[in-house]
Nanobody, 118 residues
Framework: VQLQAFGGGLVQAGGSLKLSCAAS????????MGWYRQAPGKQRDVVAT???????NYADSVKGRFTISRDNAKNTVYLQMNSLKPEDTAAYYC?????????????WGRGTLVTVSS
């Protein structure tokens, strides 16, 4: 099972980016999915999570600016980021709890870098 993230890049403050992350492999189902981020010299923190049924949670720092969504048919999770700030600069990682024939896996994608210039 693999998670692959797309959509990072360089954007000016106030701009928008949309990240996507697709799971591939032999998957029975995917439970919670989420986005995390890690700025240089800091720990990895949760940005947003979403259950299979669509219930969401956000870090206080992104509420009202970021929107997490998912497409269960495509095994994909998205993060729409609006009104970006320089402090949003970080490597963004997707996470998914994936059910396979071998059991439940807590899977991570490689980070995609988001840089917000002032």
């Amino acid at each position: 099972v693999q998670l692959q993230a797309f959509g990072g890049g360089l954007v000016q403050a106030g701009g928008s980016l949309k990240l996507s992350c697709a799971a591939s492999g032999t998957i029975f189902s995917i439970n919670d999915m989420g986005w995390y981020r890690q700025a240089p010299g800091k720990q990895r923190d949760v940005v947003a999570t979403i259950t299979r049924g669509g219930s969401t949670n956000y870090a206080d720092s992104v509420k009202g600016r970021f929107t997490i969504s998912r497409d269960n048919a495509k095994n994909t999770v998205y993060l729409q980021m609006n009104s970006l700030k320089p402090e949003d600069t970080a490597a963004y990682y997707c996470n998914a709890r994936i059910v396979t024939i071998r059991g439940l896996y807590d899977s991570w994608g490689r980070g995609t870098l988001v840089t917000v210039s002032s």
